[in-house]
């Protein structure tokens, strides 16, 4: 364990990691879509997304969250995400950019 994981107490991600006993591809995954999820919140919005998927890893061993609420947050998300697409193309059809090139040139 690193002295600054000793220092404040913690379990390091590889203790918490080689200590998990379910399915090591499930909780990966888990922890992806939960680090995709924390991405878009406020506080972790200018983290680097190495950073990002350190916290997904301990919060998902450490069991800060459960498999539901990851599930949750990115069912939420992916309605939000679609009203959004909605929202946007309500009006006028998305064209590709290269289309719009073209047409300029002519």
Not at 14 to 41: F, P, Q
Not at 58 to 70: F, H, N, Y
Not at 78 to 87: G, P, Q, V
């Amino acid at each position: 364990m690193s002295p600054k994981a000793k220092s404040k107490g913690n379990v390091s991600i590889e203790e918490l990691i080689c200590d998990y006993n379910g399915s090591k591809y499930e909780v990966t995954m888990l922890a992806m879509k939960w680090a995709r999820h924390i991405k878009k919140l406020e506080e972790y919005r200018d983290q680097p997304m190495a950073d990002i998927i350190e916290v997904a890893i301990r919060d998902v061993l450490s069991a800060k969250v459960t498999p539901e609420e990851v599930m949750k947050a990115v069912s939420k998300d992916a309605a939000a995400e679609e009203a959004f697409l909605n929202k946007r193309e309500e009006g006028k059809p998305r064209v590709k950019k290269e289309k719009v090139e073209k047409e300029e040139k002519k």
